[in-house]
């Protein structure tokens, strides 16, 4: 198994310009999230989802979209990228409860985006 | 919103010495979990602890599951200079959310 793929690896975007970071698990997890690392602190979460079709906000959504189409894959959106976007974005993964150690969450490598 | 008050913040120990790190919440948590960053990589998990005083080990790491459900501790033994990286402790709360700490920095001198 991969785990948890997450592309790109590195992203420089302009004010306001937008795009989708990609992530898939090939673990069948039917748990996926986003979460985002500032400098200095701990991951955020922005959206989540506990299956294909199904997503929720997290603690900042603000500025982010996601869509579950499938239950490989789980990108992430930015519309009109802001300065303050600028961190660091982990996707990750999970068993649903009764499926194994329900929170035992895989982490992918990161994309770190930056907005200038 | 919630917050995990973790510390300390970073730590400068020396090679072989013992370590511990704690988190402490206002709020409850159903489960506490302890993760392991390496520059440039994602969290790993470490240990996961799911009732109230479970004091769980994972080879030189031990934490343990405060009594109230609001603290966790984590201790790492004779430390090693692959333990160098950023812990986190993370809450899960009823809904399933999970609440991160800010981290703890360890650092070994040589």
């Known amino acids: 198994n991969a785990g948890v793929t997450q592309t790109p690896k590195f992203r420089i975007l302009k004010i306001g310009q937008s795009m989708t970071l990609q992530c898939a698990q090939d673990?069948?997890?039917?748990?996926m999230y986003w979460y985002r690392q500032d400098p200095g602190m701990g991951l955020k979460l922005i959206y989540y989802?506990?299956?294909?079709?199904?997503?929720d906000k997290g603690e900042v959504p603000n500025g982010y979209n996601v869509s579950r189409s499938t239950t490989e894959d789980f990108p992430l959106r930015l519309e009109l990228a802001a300065p303050s976007q600028t961190s660091v974005y982990f996707c990750a993964s999970s068993f649903p409860r009764g499926g194994g150690p329900p929170d035992t969450q895989y982490f992918g490598p990161g994309t770190r985006l930056t907005v200038l | 919103g919630q917050q995990l008050n973790q510390s300390p913040q970073s730590m400068f120990i020396q090679e072989g010495e013992d370590v511990s790190m704690n988190c402490t919440s206002s709020?409850?948590?159903?489960?506490w979990l302890w993760y392991k960053q390496d520059p440039g990589e994602g969290p790993v998990l470490l240990i996961a602890l799911y009732k109230a005083g479970e004091l769980t080990s994972n080879g030189r790491l031990t934490a343990q599951f405060g009594i109230t459900r609001k603290d966790s501790f984590l201790n790492i033994s004779a430390s090693i200079p692959s333990d160098v990286g950023i812990y986190f402790c993370a809450g899960q709360r009823r809904d399933d959310k999970i609440i991160f700490g800010k981290g703890t920095r360890l650092h070994i001198l040589p």
């Open positions: 989802s506990v299956g294909a079709g199904i997503t």
């Open positions: 673990m069948n997890h039917n748990y």
């Open positions: 709020s409850i948590f159903n489960t």
